[in-house]
């Protein structure tokens, strides 16, 4: 007898499932996009908060003052970024919501890119719309989005995420040499510089592309490396200039070389640890020793690392996404490690994995169906697991969010999560306290960072100028002073110190701090008015005289009358 054939799909059939796949490859990524954006619309209402975010944008003259291709700010040079910061600056000046709401565009872009990206790497549906999903909603990347400071993360890595569509575009043309595709992907990659220096990274990363489609690394493949690695050059040397005309190059060598290699090996383990379970998560976490001693988790963490990393590769045949999952995260995060320090301290920080926990975000998604071909019946047990996270995620991102709605309440999450951070938390909730004229609890918090770290001056400043408007005017000058010591030309402080002087009656002194101050800015009207004040009571009618003329001279170019 015989067999009957199964029935063959018809050709109107398969086109049809074409056609059905290919319309959810168009609109699935924009409904990932929307759920990203509709995530951080929670956000909208929130503040901004006292770590750097005035510094960033309305204190940057870059955005306040349209100098976006002159000077530095924060120690970078970022003028895509500041063009951002200048486009909510533009449409509500120092309100916060249209920072927050520019962000959140930025990012869920950055879903659609990256759904793009893992479909040109030839992923399914499926797995790319899982990594999308992930980088949408994990709790890691509310620091880069929620916080306006650090709009430059989602920034770089919109056009980073460009300059692997488009490269990845290229290698699909062998044929056609360095075409359009080629020099977009270059053009994106300088922009991403233009927005944040960390974007250097990215020629390491087209590298582990070309591994990932397996192409040979002949001469071609590496010449087409060359100009991409010339403009990490450019802005590598670019940056170390700028962080040292910050004076962020100057901190003390507390950490030698072995203790660098323990922080390295330790931090990429605990960035790990918080992607897979991001718990107990804070905008600071220190590295911090136990009378002068690495604790077991820092010593064991070199041998944990190259364990790891010698297994990926030992099964690299057998689970090749594992090893180029790892090298990916690698590739995007290494300039972040602490192998020195570039700023105002030791920092590890959640937005350093924006772009390299997609490395990781890929190995998960592709377990139901590596599962499906090795062990089926675990299969679904994957699918659990992925949905679990997807849900987990998403309501701690929610709360995460929440956390970010103003100074206080991120930092008092900080302090319990993490600690005072060598007392710079209470100095920046001390700084909000004061913009919250609540002068007690500022100085008290001043008081506390300084009893944890008496090298932080700026809260000498601060508590200082609060003190002043106190009345505690002994105090303020011994405060101010201790500043100016290290910060001889600050005008504000000078001024600040001069008007304590005088309510002492110490006019000689105010008089000195006022003519110093006249010295740095003699656009300063204020202070002539209150050194003219000084002379009077000291007898100097005639120079009072003349302090007053210089005064009304002084605002009549500043356009000031009356």
Not at 88 to 115: P, Q, R, T
Not at 335 to 358: I, Q, V
Not at 439 to 465: H, I, T
Request: with cysteine; charged share 20%; proline share 3%.
């Amino acid at each position: 007898m015989a067999k009957k054939s199964a029935p063959q799909p018809k050709k109107s059939d398969k086109q049809a499932s074409i056609s059905i796949s290919d319309s959810t490859e168009k609109w699935l990524p924009w409904a990932l996009a929307v759920v990203a954006f509709a995530l951080y619309s929670t956000g909208f209402g929130n503040q901004m908060v006292g770590m750097d975010d005035h510094t960033a944008t309305v204190d940057n003259p870059a955005v306040k003052d349209f100098l976006i291709f002159s000077g530095f700010n924060l120690g970078m040079y970022a003028p895509l970024t500041w063009i951002g910061y200048q486009i909510a600056y533009i449409l509500g000046k120092d309100s916060a919501n249209y920072y927050h709401i520019i962000s959140a565009i930025v990012h869920a872009v950055n879903v659609v890119l990256v759904f793009r990206v893992f479909q040109k790497l030839d992923f399914n549906l499926s797995v790319s719309a899982i990594v999308a999903l992930f980088f949408a909603i994990h709790p890691l990347n509310v620091e880069a989005v929620a916080w306006i400071a650090g709009f430059s993360t989602p920034l770089f890595s919109m056009f980073c995420l460009l300059a692997m569509n488009y490269y990845l575009r290229h290698t699909k043309d062998e044929k056609g040499g360095y075409g359009k595709n080629y020099w977009l992907a270059l053009t994106m990659f300088l922009l991403a510089c233009l927005a944040k220096s960390a974007a250097v990274t990215l020629p390491i990363t087209l590298l582990v592309l070309d591994l990932w489609k397996k192409r040979s690394f002949s001469q071609k493949v590496l010449l087409e490396k060359v100009p991409f690695f010339l403009i990490s050059l450019l802005f590598g040397v670019l940056t170390l200039y700028s962080r040292q005309h910050a004076g962020q190059l100057d901190q003390p060598a507390d950490f030698n070389l072995l203790d660098r290699g323990l922080m390295v090996c330790h931090t990429i383990l605990f960035y790990w640890k918080k992607l897979l379970a991001p718990t107990g998560l804070s905008i600071w976490y220190p590295f911090e020793k136990t009378n002068g001693a690495w604790s077991w988790d820092y010593l064991a963490s070199p041998v944990i690392l190259l364990g790891i990393l010698f297994a990926a590769w030992r099964t690299r045949r057998a689970m090749p996404l594992l090893w180029i999952g790892i090298l990916f995260y690698l590739s995007n995060i290494v300039l972040s490690l602490p192998w020195s320090t570039f700023g105002t301290f030791e920092l590890r920080s959640d937005r350093y994995n924006y772009l390299a926990g997609l490395g990781i975000f890929v190995v998960l998604a592709s377990l139901p169906d590596y599962l499906k071909e090795k062990r089926a019946a675990w299969s679904g047990a994957a699918w659990a697991l992925i949905l679990g996270l997807t849900f987990i995620w998403l309501v701690t991102s929610a709360l995460r969010i929440r956390d970010w709605k103003d100074t206080t309440t991120l930092i008092n999450k900080a302090i319990t999560a993490t600690g005072d951070n060598f007392g710079k938390a209470y100095l920046w909730r001390g700084m909000a306290y004061g913009k919250a004229s609540d002068a007690q609890k500022a100085v008290k918090d001043f008081s506390m960072a300084l009893q944890k770290n008496p090298e932080l001056y700026q809260a000498y400043k601060f508590r200082g100028n609060v003190l002043g408007m106190l009345k505690n005017y002994e105090e303020s000058v011994a405060d101010l002073t201790k500043f100016l010591e290290h910060y001889p030309t600050e005008v504000p402080e000078l001024y600040n110190r001069g008007l304590s002087y005088a309510n002492l009656e110490r006019n000689q002194e105010a008089i000195a701090d006022f003519s110093r101050a006249i010295e740095l800015d003699t656009t300063f009207a204020r202070v002539y008015r209150a050194r003219g004040n000084c002379y009077l009571k000291v007898g100097e009618t005639e120079k009072e005289m003349r302090i007053w003329r210089n005064m009304r001279a002084c605002r009549n170019r500043l356009g000031e009358h009356g």
